[in-house]
């Protein structure tokens, strides 16, 4: 069973700018790691860099990772990439799920916002921000899908759990 699901236009769409957002991701990295000429072309912000946001950073992003990691765990079979319209699948409402809805998609959310701690600069506060709107996107895009496969089991999940935290 394949678990990268990307089939719908709009989820089409939202894979393909994900994908670009992590490339750019990596850019920064690259950039910041090889040349201080070169990163200086990002428009660092100065007073945003120093040690203790450098360490929330890095914090940030270990607890995104560990966070992230649980949530695919305890999505065992149903975990996918994208909305899959083939497979009906069971809906996780246990363990972390029943803290936030979608508690991978808020590791994403924290692990980004921890980047732009570590590396700030005028890219990736731009990335953070498309991150945040598009996944806000594709959490309304699942919501949806998963409303019309799951109908009343969903709605109830909805009243009792929130979208994030």
Known sequence: ?????????????????????????FFVVFTYSMSKKMYSYLVPISYLQTQTLTIIGLALI?????????????MSNS???????????????EG????????????????????FFIVPNALTFF????????????IRLEEEFLQK????????YKLKTKRLL
Not at 100 to 113: A, D, E, K, Y
Not at 127 to 138: D, E, G, R
Not at 149 to 156: K, L
């Open 127 to 138: 990335l953070t921000i498309t991150t945040y709107i598009v996944i806000k996107i594709q």
């Open 1 to 25: 069973m394949n678990h990268i699901i990307f089939g719908k236009d709009d989820n089409v769409y939202i894979g393909f700018i994900i994908k670009m957002l992590i490339i750019l991701f």
């Open 79 to 93: 975990w996918r990439i994208g909305i899959d319209e083939e497979n009906k699948t069971k809906l996780v409402t």
């Open 62 to 74: 270990h607890i995104a990772l560990v966070w992230i990691s649980i949530a695919q765990f305890q």
């Open 96 to 115: 972390i799920f029943s803290i936030s809805r979608n508690p991978i998609f808020l590791g994403m959310i924290i692990s980004v916002l921890g980047h």
């Open 149 to 156: 496969q799951h109908s009343h089991d969903y709605v109830n």
